[in-house]
């Protein structure tokens, strides 16, 4: 008799929780875009006979309902905790260090794509007949790799870095970030603790090893009024769904510079280098730059700048592009993947006095678009 109440009562409940969970899902509203998860969710299927033949109804129907969860966020904190308890090292290929902060899964070293790619590299600059600087730069979870202890799959950023660098022709020179990093004494403060990317402090020193590298001076740290922004989240934040890890700040480091950005998909121009519009939006990082675009020139109006630089880059370039226009007169940077046309071409046109192809070890493994590059 007690098992039988038993069961009733756990029958009643499970299906007092699917009615519950079934009203809520009809008549909750239905919302367009995650915060957290800086994305647009799915739209809700089309009910066409060629969408439901097709088989797609069916497909975007299972998409739309799992985003319009109801307590979709709960349960998606409660899976990434359940992966921490169950002592798993990576939930979405996200790594939850012992501090707290988050980290991209490796990148696997993979040959047959770093010779691909240095080849596209070497012959890049052998079309445009000038020396190109190569910097690849390392991860977070590599270079706080102590924060993650046994690893199954160790970040293999150097040897990546290495094997790159030993491949460069005579026309590439390769410039060691992993060293200039080294030589800073609190290297935590050079990457976010919720995003992959490294930090203003981070793309300064990138940008002052590349200044010496040229012989050329550039603003000290405390050159710079630092406004600092709180409330950033970043994209292993919005992958990992630990939504209870608390939030970080960002800088802008302002040199008091006067500046123009122009795109190349926009007509206009724009005056400055943080678009602080993009602060009061869910993803806060668009700030520098306004994001990826295919071509950004930025002018600098100082007579005492000097030089054009072409960078050919991915979205670390985003913050780092804000540092290099203190010291050159104009830098335009180029995304390949959204730039289609022959970069050769664009340095024809421009005469670069300096071309810098800089890169994460990460999208250097991952971006199929390198081998493009002409």
């Given at each position: 008799?007690?098992?039988?109440?038993?069961?009733?009562?756990?029958c009643?409940?499970?299906?007092?929780?699917?009615?519950?969970?079934?009203?809520?899902?009809?008549?909750?509203?239905?919302?367009?875009?995650s915060?957290?998860?800086?994305?647009y969710?799915?739209?809700?299927?089309?009910?066409?006979?060629?969408?439901?033949?097709?088989?797609?109804?069916?497909?975007?129907?299972?998409?739309?309902?799992?985003?319009?969860?109801?307590?979709?966020?709960?349960?998606?904190?409660?899976?990434a905790?359940?992966?921490?308890?169950?002592?798993?090292?990576?939930?979405?290929?996200?790594?939850?260090?012992?501090?707290?902060?988050?980290?991209?899964?490796?990148?696997?070293?993979?040959?047959?794509?770093?010779?691909?790619?240095?080849?596209?590299?070497?012959?890049?600059?052998?079309?445009?007949?000038?020396?190109?600087?190569?910097?690849?730069?390392?991860?977070?979870?590599?270079?706080?790799?102590?924060?993650?202890?046994?690893?199954?799959?160790?970040?293999?950023?150097?040897?990546?870095?290495?094997?790159?660098?030993?491949?460069?022709?005579?026309g590439?020179?390769?410039?060691?970030?992993?060293?200039?990093?080294?030589?800073?004494?609190?290297?935590?403060?050079?990457?976010?603790?919720?995003?992959?990317?490294?930090?203003?402090?981070?793309?300064?020193?990138?940008?002052?090893?590349?200044?010496?590298?040229?012989?050329r001076?550039?603003?000290?740290?405390?050159?710079?009024?630092?406004?600092?922004?709180?409330?950033?989240?970043?994209?292993?934040?919005?992958?990992?769904?630990?939504?209870?890890?608390?939030?970080?700040?960002?800088?802008?480091?302002?040199s008091?510079?006067?500046?123009?950005?122009?795109?190349?998909?926009?007509?206009?121009e724009?005056?400055?280098?943080?678009?602080?519009?993009?602060?009061?939006?869910?993803?806060?990082?668009?700030?520098?730059?306004?994001?990826?675009?295919?071509?950004?020139?930025?002018?600098?109006?100082?007579p005492?700048?000097?030089?054009?630089?072409?960078?050919?880059?991915?979205s670390?370039?985003?913050?780092?592009?804000?540092?290099?226009?203190?010291s050159?007169?104009?830098?335009?940077?180029v995304?390949?993947?959204?730039?289609?046309?022959?970069?050769?071409?664009?340095?024809?046109?421009?005469?670069?006095d300096?071309?810098?192809?800089?890169?994460?070890?990460?999208?250097?493994?991952?971006?199929?678009?390198?081998?493009?590059?002409?």
């Open positions: 008799m007690r098992e039988t109440t038993k069961n009733r009562i756990l009643l409940l499970f299906g007092g929780f699917l009615l519950v969970m079934g009203a809520l899902f009809l008549f909750a509203p239905k919302e367009d875009f915060p957290r998860e800086k994305r969710l799915a739209e809700a299927p089309r009910a066409e006979l060629s969408e439901i033949l097709s088989g797609r109804f069916g497909r975007q129907a299972e998409s739309w309902a799992a985003d319009q969860l109801p307590g979709r966020n709960f349960f998606l904190n409660l899976s905790e359940a992966d921490r308890w169950e002592n798993l090292q990576v939930t979405k290929e996200i790594y939850r260090g012992k501090s707290g902060r988050l980290y991209e899964s490796p990148a696997a070293y993979d040959e047959a794509v770093i010779r691909r790619n240095m080849a596209a590299l070497n012959a890049f600059a052998e079309t445009v007949a000038q020396p190109v600087d190569l910097a690849l730069v390392p991860s977070a979870g590599f270079w706080m790799a102590e924060d993650i202890p046994g690893l199954a799959d160790p970040y293999e950023d150097e040897a990546i870095v290495e094997s790159a660098y030993g491949l460069a022709a005579p590439i020179r390769p410039l060691n970030l992993i060293k200039s990093f080294r030589e800073q004494p609190e290297k935590e403060t050079l990457y976010y603790r919720t995003d992959h990317h490294w930090t203003s402090r981070g793309a300064y020193t990138a940008y002052r090893g590349y200044m010496e590298t040229k012989g001076a550039c603003p000290m740290p405390e050159d710079y009024r630092v406004e600092t922004v709180e409330g950033f989240y970043g994209t292993t934040y919005a992958r990992a769904c630990f939504w209870n890890l608390p939030a970080e700040s960002l800088e802008l480091w302002d008091g510079g006067t500046y123009t950005v122009r795109f190349s998909e926009r007509d206009g724009y005056t400055g280098l943080f678009f602080l519009e993009r602060l009061q939006e869910a993803d806060k990082y668009p700030v520098w730059l306004d994001g990826n675009h295919p071509l950004v020139t930025i002018t600098n109006h100082d005492a700048a000097q030089g054009k630089l072409l960078v050919i880059r991915d670390y370039a985003n913050c780092l592009g804000c540092f290099l226009a203190d050159y007169a104009q830098v335009t940077l995304d390949l993947r959204y730039y289609k046309q022959p970069v050769s071409e664009l340095c024809k046109e421009e005469g670069f300096d071309i810098l192809f800089l890169y994460s070890v990460g999208n250097f493994m991952r971006d199929s678009n390198i081998v493009w590059l002409q």
